[in-house]
């Protein structure tokens, strides 16, 4: 959680080279086009690369699916004279991905980890191929590529066949804001299509970088929701009169857990001057339920393991992913690279800790609900009974936290051999990644809507104390989209609304102007 950008500082344009990225690198993917380019030693590798590759087929050795058949049909030896053929095949073939397509920003980074591979030179394909597919990015001519279809293992196959037809002329992309045949746009965008050579078809349709784009996409996301629920927290705890006392240094420093320490410090740093807080020192009241005061043991658990998922990403955006490797002139070797197994358990992982992000705000939300006796009416409504208040917005969270149960259950532990047994464990990745998406848009919304009781009950409390040094700063964006003094009314557009601003990042940044956030 140390990694910090400015929208305003991003990239613009990125180099295909042997460099390190990291996650945070590809936020401009997600924002709209970019430029790419091609460094002179990523060209060296991938010449080098080929050398060995042509140099192998000249001497008339086997070589997996450049002269013999694909998965189960491996050991069927193919003529010389139909290799380029083959790898047309193989790539109209295994272009049979169904659904809604991936977005727009998911394609961008495919196609941009799909070249940091060859940059490596370890695949055997031209040069030309990689200047060809740098030449159709830079002019944001991007491949319709189906969400459904692979199982993260013998490369995300389906996906990266739909990304290759392009290459060829065939299949559908966007161009210039619409869907267009690939033979059209090619045409409006003077490119031209090219003939594969030997690999080259087999090299575009394995590897990871499909299960790894969607995973890069939920950790930009999961960034903001961490923040996110933090923030939701530390509103709540105040305008429920709970203790800011729980959340100071000297006690999480007891325990080993950063994420946790880095959560405590925050809600301590947003309930800061706050004289709600500061109005009930002295009360009666023991202590507060775990949703409130064990907030940091659970968003910091949250946070742990997206620091491991983190890791993990990052490894397999600097990772080679393609099958098979090619070292040098004799070592040419069919291994298995293409599994996501590593991205499949670290987005399993994250389906289940933001879950938990979710099902611990349903619980404030709740509590809420109740009343608190003296302070706040149930419901956080003026005039409970014939107003409902906020009563189904809760029902509302209630329904998203129960989905995420469902969502949470592991795509990794399940498995069904594919290509007729050859494959006979996958990861299931893109599935854990895509369930992960629709966790974190539940999730969203519930933290919205617990910003926005947490906002009522702020404008029902009597007297005129202030709120915190960050929790002020919430308030004055809440009080922008939710018509607090109305009472009941539709409450739909008010949670898309705030929910829009978390998942912008822009609550984030607005807060960070005024306080440094972990």
Known sequence: MNEKWSINSLMSSFLVSTKKYSYTDFLPFFLGPVKI?????????????????????????SIYGVNTGFGNLSQIIIDSDDIEK??????????????????????????FLKLLTFAKGYSGVSLELVKKTIQLFNKDVLPVIPKKGSVGASGDLAPLGHMALVLIGEGEVFFEGKRLKTQLALKKAKIKPLSLKPKEGLSLINGTQVSTAIAIKTLLDGR????????????????????????QKRIHDLKQHPGQRMSAKNIYKLLNK??????????????????????????????????????????????????????DE?????????????????????????????AISERRIHYFMKGIQGK????????????????????????????????????????????????????????????????????N??????????????????????????????????????????GDRSLTSEIESVSDILSSGNLYRDISQHLTLE
């Open 37 to 61: 380019s091609l460094s002179k030693e990523s060209e060296k590798n991938i010449k080098r690369s080929q050398k060995y590759l042509l140099h192998n087929l000249k001497e008339n050795r």
């Open 86 to 111: 083959l790898q047309i095949n193989l790539v109209r073939s295994h272009a049979s991905g169904i659904g809604k397509p991936l977005g727009l920003g998911v394609v961008r980074t495919v196609i």
């Open 224 to 247: 903001n929701l961490l923040f996110s629920a933090d923030i939701a927290g530390a509103l709540s705890v105040e305008n429920s009169f709970s203790s800011r006392k729980v959340f």
């Open 274 to 327: 706050s004289e709600i807080v500061h109005s009930h020192n002295n009360c009666s009241k023991i202590q507060d339920p775990y949703s409130f005061r064990c907030i940091p043991h659970v968003h910091g658990a949250s946070r742990d393991m997206f620091s491991n998922a983190v890791n993990i990403v990052n490894n397999e955006i600097n990772s080679v992913s393609d099958n098979p490797l090619i070292f």
């Open 330 to 358: 004799n070592l040419i070797v069919s291994s298995g690279h293409f599994h996501a197994e590593h991205v499949a358990m670290a987005l399993d992982s994250l389906a289940f800790s933001f879950s938990e992000l979710g």
């Open 376 to 443: 706040i009416p149930p419901f956080v409504c003026k005039n409970p009974g014939l107003d409902s208040g906020y009563m189904i917005a809760h029902v509302t969270s209630t329904s998203l936290a129960s989905e995420n149960k469902t969502l949470s259950h592991p795509a990794s532990v399940d498995s069904l051999p594919t290509s007729g047994g050859q494959e006979d464990l996958v990861s299931m990745a893109p599935w854990a990644g895509l369930k992960l998406i629709q966790i974190q848009k539940n999730v």
């Open 445 to 486: 919304r519930i933290l919205a809507i617990e910003l926005i009781v947490a906002g009522a009950a702020n404008y029902l409390i009597s007297s005129n104390l202030k709120s915190g040094q960050g929790t002020s700063k919430v308030l004055d964006i809440l009080k922008k989209c939710c018509s607090f003094r109305k």
